[in-house]
């Protein structure tokens, strides 16, 4: 039977089911079928307008207004279409724009509404292993004292199952609770997402990005990110202010690799401002078979426990080398702020065999030339070619002249830059 022949309420219940995915292709098929997609455009565009891309803020209309993970749960409750409009999640100021209000304003538990029934009818909470009264009673707290909420912010993300791009809240954290909670959501999206029909949450997603701060008190640990990237599309990550270090208690990030393996689908990486080692990146890049442009910019964190600031800038480039070496084609590493020294010593370039594009600082030039030179290796490194504007050293590659860094630098490379936040000595250095 064509679709045309079926009864208006039979088209009218199918258009609500193509709400927001097929809609419009369907209102596209006939005037008939558009005729009766007619009364629904109205309400896709406001919705597709105000729930494609979620930032937390207030809003002129208050039906619109998302202060908090808690805000848009209960929208999504209230109305579940919502949850299938968001392409982009926002919500680094989460609970930024709260104030106080009593908590017989929230619903309680044995109210039956719309909001507890999704906490008690909640498969992933249930697969957690966690209790919802006891999960939902944290919320309550949280939103009585008008703080930000880990459980609320983890929650939401049980919701998602279109959303493409998501932007942790700055304050995002670690909690056994909400770890196993985001653990379930990640476990259920890498069973299911080749289902045609699939709808897990977070299925689609293919950008990831953490919202901390530059500032050197701030910092995200980067086995906070691990779960999610082990989700079967993701192809960016952009990780602002990371930690890892062996050296400084902070949390492991090979734990995850124990349940699934982390960052097979990523292609580019971009941490700035970050302070990791060359044991974690080694073991971030373990299984990153994919990955064609990664940017590193290092900057010395403030932390809680013992903490050496010197960066081992040489065994670094070499972790990299050896976990990507194969299909790596650009590749960035600067220096932001160190309060400590970089350690002197070689690095081993020659492994990379799809470099196209290469920059580093000017120091890793520095420390390799000394090390050269401790070796009593005879090598000229010519300098003649390079020009240094702006606080960047370019060079190109001539046929009759020795190229900087030469017996290390894949012959692959099409364009090297060395960075530098001055010429200070580095010249003389290098020379």
Same mark, same amino acid.
Do not use: M
């Given at each position: 039977m064509a679709l045309t022949h079926l009864s208006v309420e039979l088209l009218e219940h199918i258009v609500r089911h193509a709400l927001?995915?097929?809609? %419009?292709?369907?209102?596209? $098929?006939?005037?008939? =079928?558009?005729? =009766?997609?007619?009364? !629904?455009?109205? @309400?896709?565009n406001a919705l597709r307008s105000h729930f494609q891309h979620v930032i937390f803020y207030e809003k002129r209309d208050p039906s619109y207004t998302i202060r908090s993970a808690f805000d848009l749960i209960a929208r999504i409750a209230t109305e579940p279409v919502v949850a299938r409009y968001i392409r982009y999640l926002e919500s680094k100021v989460d609970s930024s724009f709260l104030y106080h209000r009593p908590r017989h304003l929230y619903p309680d538990v044995k109210c039956g509404d719309a909001v507890i029934k999704s906490f008690a009818e909640s498969p992933y909470l249930k697969q957690a292993g966690l209790d919802w009264q006891e999960y939902y009673d944290v919320i309550e707290k949280d939103l009585e004292a008008a703080r930000y909420s880990q459980y609320a912010a983890a929650f939401l993300l049980t919701l998602l199952p279109n959303v493409e791009r998501i932007a942790l809240p700055k304050k995002w954290k670690s909690v056994s609770p909400t770890d196993k909670l985001i653990d379930a959501v990640i476990h259920k999206a890498r069973q299911s997402y080749q289902l045609p029909s699939d709808t897990s949450s977070l299925t689609r997603l293919t950008e990831f990005e953490d919202s901390v701060p530059l500032n050197a008190h701030q910092r995200f640990e980067l086995a906070w990110a691990s779960p999610f990237l082990a989700l079967p599309r993701v192809r960016s990550f952009w990780g602002p202010s990371c930690v890892?270090?062996?050296?400084?208690?902070?949390?492991?990030?090979?734990? !995850?690799?124990? &349940?699934?393996? !982390?960052? %097979?689908s990523l292609e580019t990486v971009d941490f700035v401002s970050c302070d990791i080692d060359h044991a974690s990146i080694a073991i971030f890049l373990k299984h990153t078979t994919r990955l064609r442009k990664l940017t590193y910019s290092h900057s010395s964190k403030d932390s809680e426990g013992p903490h050496n600031e010197d960066w081992d800038i040489c065994n670094f480039v070499t972790a990299i080398e050896h976990a990507v070496g194969a299909h790596l084609e650009k590749l960035s590493i600067s220096?932001?702020?160190? @309060?400590?020294?970089? &350690? *002197?010593?070689?690095?081993?370039? @020659? /492994?990379?065999?799809?470099?196209?594009?290469?920059?580093?600082?000017?120091? !890793?030039?520095?420390?390799?030339?000394?090390?050269?030179?401790?070796?009593?290796?005879?090598? =000229?490194?010519?300098?003649?070619?390079?020009?240094?504007?702006?606080? #960047? &050293?370019?060079?190109? $590659?001539?046929?009759?002249?020795?190229? =900087?860094? /030469?017996?290390?630098? *894949? $012959?692959?490379? @099409?364009?090297? #830059?060395?960075?530098?936040?001055? $010429?200070?000595?580095?010249t003389k250095a290098l020379e």
């Open positions: 927001p995915e097929g809609f %419009e292709s369907l209102a596209l $098929t006939c005037r008939k =079928i558009y005729a =009766i997609c007619l009364p !629904f455009i109205q @309400r896709h890892a270090r062996q050296d400084s208690g902070h949390q492991s990030i090979d734990k !995850f690799q124990l &349940t699934y393996p !982390f960052g %097979e220096i932001r702020e160190l @309060r400590g020294s970089l &350690t *002197p010593g070689r690095a081993s370039l @020659r /492994g990379f065999q799809q470099l196209r594009k290469l920059e580093l600082p000017v120091e !890793f030039a520095v420390c390799n030339a000394i090390a050269d030179a401790a070796a009593d290796r005879n090598i =000229i490194l010519s300098l003649e070619s390079l020009s240094i504007e702006d606080g #960047s &050293t370019s060079h190109s $590659t001539s046929d009759n002249e020795q190229p =900087i860094l /030469g017996h290390l630098i *894949p $012959t692959s490379v @099409r364009q090297l #830059s060395l960075l530098s936040s001055g $010429t200070q000595d580095h």
